[in-house]
């Protein structure tokens, strides 16, 4: 199975900062990877699907990059309804694995 | 518009069974590959099973093998997840999805909430 390494863990960061969460994958998986949004009690929302391309209606300030092995979603400027829980998912191959989530916090 | 709109859960002693169901609208289900995803309570997601558009193909994460099964009436526009020896370890919410990881794949229920527990 590929094991998804999410980091960090959890951050702290103020409205307008630059965010960047990172996602390994346990051996290559192409671009097949897509980012995730969860608030509380509330369904995930898909942000960007395979690795890159930003899905519709998401605002342009959430990209994702990388290939193979090494991913990453950046926020460039975080506004307040982005504080939430991202999770990173490979759709390489079965079973599908999700990173464990990375929770932004206000600081 | 899309709706899924999961039911069935609820408390379940260790052991026991339960049926969730999935209700699709708003798009010709049986085109989609669905996905069920789980999520413990305070925990991160867990990719629980796919079944595609035909039903003919079928997947499983390790921790359900064998004890869930995933299908589809694509006559009445519904996913189910038969969970049968159910653990403690199962209580979660569980979310009926449109194929995760498939191009498609955007839409999700709002979950159902299993509980096993004495």
């Known amino acids: 199975d590929i094991q998804m390494t999410q980091a960090p863990y959890s951050l702290s960061a103020s409205v307008g900062d630059r965010v960047t969460i990172n996602c390994r994958a346990s051996?290559?998986?192409?671009?097949?990877l897509d980012w995730y949004q969860q608030k509380p009690g509330k369904a995930p929302k898909r942000l960007i699907y395979v690795a890159s391309s930003l899905q519709s209606g998401v605002p342009a300030r959430f990209s994702g990059s990388g290939s193979g092995t090494e991913f990453s979603l950046t926020i460039s400027s975080l506004q307040p309804e982005d504080f939430a829980t991202y999770y990173c998912?490979?759709?390489?191959?079965?079973?599908?694995?999700f990173g464990q989530g990375t929770k932004v916090e206000i600081k | 518009e899309v709706q899924l709109l999961e039911s069935g859960g609820g408390l379940v002693q260790p052991g026991g069974s339960l049926r969730l169901s999935c209700a699709a609208s708003g798009f010709t289900f049986s085109s989609y590959a669905m996905s069920w995803v789980r999520q413990a309570p305070g925990k991160g997601l867990e990719w629980v099973s796919d079944?595609?558009?035909?039903?003919?193909?079928?997947f499983y994460a390790d921790s359900v093998k064998g004890r869930f099964t995933i299908s589809r009436d694509n006559s009445k526009n519904t996913l189910y997840l038969q969970m049968n020896s159910l653990r403690a370890e199962d209580t979660a919410v569980y979310y009926c999805?449109?194929?995760?990881?498939?191009?498609?794949?955007?839409?999700w229920g709002q979950g159902t909430l299993v509980t096993v527990s004495s």
């Open positions: 999805a449109e194929a995760v990881g498939y191009s498609y794949g955007v839409h």
């Open positions: 051996q290559g998986i192409r671009n097949d």
């Open positions: 079944i595609s558009g035909s039903g003919d193909s079928t």
């Open positions: 998912l490979q759709h390489n191959s079965y079973p599908r694995t």
